[in-house]
T-cell receptor, first 116, second 109 residues
Framework: NAGVMQNPRHLVRRRGQEARLRCSPM?????VYWYRQLPEEGLKFMVY????????ESGMPKERFSAEFPKEGPSILRIQQVVRGDSAAYFC??????????????FGSGTQLSVL | DAKTTQPNSMESNEEEPVHLPCNHS???????IHWYRQLPSQGPEYVIH???SNVNNRMASLAIAEDRKSSTLILHRATLRDAAVYYC??????????FGTGTSLTVIP
């Protein structure tokens, strides 16, 4: 049973370009979470999605960032017009149902975004 | 989600027990206490969780204070592969796991 798959593992973009990060949840999981981790910091929640729905995007920057989780295919985190401050590790996690208080999350290995 | 307080770093000798503390004085009655760890260059992985009673699994033990305002993650015999950042998280209602900065554990051979 494959775990949470994220690709690419490393992504290099120049300022102003677009970054697309992909996340395939574990088989049977319909809930996806995206987190960002800046160097020497903890993980910061960004967005929580179910299939075709954004449930909570309270941690997502208001501009340039968007996320989707279509009926078919992986979840996508999209960053438009990247800036150097977007350089970070982006982690995706999935759960079989809404992460209730005693439910655990399964994380991918992350995408390291570097903006030149 | 309520917040937690952990020491920034700890050291342990290999094959000795490690006690990682966490304070969560604002915990509510329905908050679960979760522990995750993050190895270098990897995503976090689940370690253990509990509500009121102490918990044991193949990875670790979780000791929860009677008033639930603190807890301790216990690694019974630290190995070099246990070197990681350990996060103590309160999980209540809402969609966010608040990770904080965690405790960086160094295991000395």
């Amino acid at each position: 049973n494959a775990g949470v798959m994220q690709n690419p593992r490393h992504l290099v973009r120049r300022r102003g370009q677009e970054a697309r990060l992909r996340c395939s949840p574990m088989k049977g999981h319909s809930h996806v979470y995206w987190y960002r981790q800046l160097p020497e910091e903890g993980l910061k929640f960004m967005v929580y999605l179910q299939k075709e729905n954004i449930i909570d995007e309270s941690g997502m920057p208001k501009e340039r960032f968007s996320a989707e989780f279509p009926k078919e295919g992986p979840s996508i985190l999209r960053i438009q017009q990247v800036v150097r401050g977007d350089s970070a590790a982006y982690f995706c996690a999935s759960s079989p149902q809404e992460a209730a208080t005693n439910e655990k999350l399964f994380f991918g290995s992350g995408t390291q975004l570097s903006v030149l | 989600d309520a917040k937690t307080t952990q020491p920034n770093s700890m050291e342990s000798n290999e094959e000795e027990p490690v006690h990682l503390p966490c304070n969560h004085s604002t915990i509510s009655g329905t908050d679960y206490i979760h522990w995750y760890r993050q190895l270098p260059s990897q995503g976090p992985e689940y370690v253990i969780h509990g509500l009121t009673s102490n918990v044991n699994n193949r990875m670790a033990s979780l000791a929860i204070a009677e008033d639930r305002k603190s807890s301790t993650l216990i690694l019974h015999r630290a190995t070099l592969r246990d070197a990681a950042v350990y996060y103590c998280i309160l999980r209540g209602t809402g969609n966010q796991f608040y990770f904080g900065t965690g405790t960086s554990l160094t295991v000395i051979p």
